[in-house]
């Protein structure tokens, strides 16, 4: 599974614990626009929620450092 550099960008603001109303406005879009693409994420991450995306993220880096 390839994350975008944008899949990226989320993932780190969502662990820093932002608001989807924070995201937007770091982002400059709406909050919809958030919900959307964190929607997005956690189908390609196979996640749940905010904490289960970052979980999954966190494996898929230490998977990669040891391919």
Request: net charge negative.
């Amino acid at each position: 599974m390839q994350l975008t550099p944008a899949d990226l960008d989320l993932l780190e603001l969502i662990a820093r614990e932002y608001t989807n109303r924070m995201i937007a406005h770091r982002l400059q879009c709406s909050t919809i626009a958030v919900a959307d693409a964190l929607a997005k994420l956690y189908r390609k991450l196979d996640a749940t929620d905010r904490a289960s995306a970052c979980a999954a993220a966190e494996k898929l880096e230490v998977h990669d450092a040891n391919a």
